[in-house]
């Protein structure tokens, strides 16, 4: 029979931050990200999925906007011991966010607009559950457009007056036509002309379950399909979809789970090769 060793450890961070002992990097906090590396032959889950592991034993994991206080990491080592590792996960205090003069029939719509939404929403599910199995994610993250911060991730949304669900990107405001460039390596999952709430709509598949969106797009430069790198120029700031002026939506994802960008940036900027705050030596 194989020997088993398990090792239960409680692990407490403060302002969000990981701590030194483990082998992690980023923010364990609402809307992050984090990221570690485990020796080759290792196996790691978190609240019971299965993490993908590069093959020099990287991972990446993130956390929702409304994660519960605390998350399980279980970690099989090659010689058969566990480890279990219960992480705490840090609360923020969200905005209100109040946008007025939007298109009425995009913050209530009428049936067969509500069927086209449900539809094109259909898609973008469809786009995030292909990801890619390479770590195109290890070039780290930059801001994929210059402007004005005009929304931030997570804030509460009362769109015309009618309280709507949380903003789940970072909006970017300028004029129209500024370059949007990728923000990181990775795969053009979807390419789409005009959706009903988020107009001209870009997606990359970054690996590994995380990708990026860009969305109320003037322009499209890019195919599904297409690979690209870090800063390529993949279209231009506009207003299509629901909105009452030229910015771009950016928004980064794990497996569907919406993390903020501005906590990406900073847990993994471009000039780090994919490791900044809290760094793995």
Not at 181 to 187: E, L, M, P, S
Request: hydrophobic share 40%.
């Amino acid at each position: 029979m194989r020997r088993v060793a398990l090792c239960f450890c409680a692990v407490l961070f403060t302002s969000g931050v990981l701590a030194e002992n483990l082998p992690l990097s980023g923010r364990m906090e609402q809307g992050g990200i984090v990221m570690g590396t485990m020796p080759q032959g290792a196996t790691v889950s978190l609240d019971g999925r299965t993490l993908a592991l590069s093959k020099s034993g990287r991972f990446v994991f993130g956390l929702d906007r409304d994660a519960k206080p605390t998350a399980t990491l279980t970690v099989r080592y090659p010689d058969d011991t566990v480890s279990v590792e219960v992480l705490s996960i840090a609360k923020r205090d969200w905005k209100i966010e109040r946008v007025d003069g939007l298109p009425q029939n995009t913050v209530i719509p009428d049936p067969e607009t509500v069927k086209r939404i449900r539809s094109e929403g259909g898609m973008i599910v469809a786009a995030r559950n292909r990801t890619e199995p390479l770590p195109f994610y290890e070039t780290g993250f930059l801001l994929p457009a210059d402007g004005r911060i005009s929304g931030v991730f997570g804030s509460r949304r009362i769109l015309n007056g009618q309280p709507r669900s949380p903003h789940s990107g970072l909006d970017i405001a300028g004029p129209t036509g500024t370059p949007i460039r990728a923000t990181a390596d990775g795969v053009v999952s979807l390419a789409h002309d005009g959706m009903v709430l988020t107009g001209k709509t870009i997606m990359i598949d970054h690996g590994f379950g995380l990708d990026s969106v860009y969305i109320h797009m003037s322009e499209i430069h890019v195919e599904e399909g297409q690979t690209v790198r870090q800063g390529d120029v993949i279209g231009a700031i506009g207003m299509t979809g629901r909105t009452n002026g030229p910015h771009l939506h950016f928004g980064i994802s794990w497996y569907g789970v919406k993390l903020d960008p501005q906590t990406v940036l900073a847990v993994a900027p471009a000039s780090s090769g994919g490791l900044g705050e809290g760094a793995l030596q």
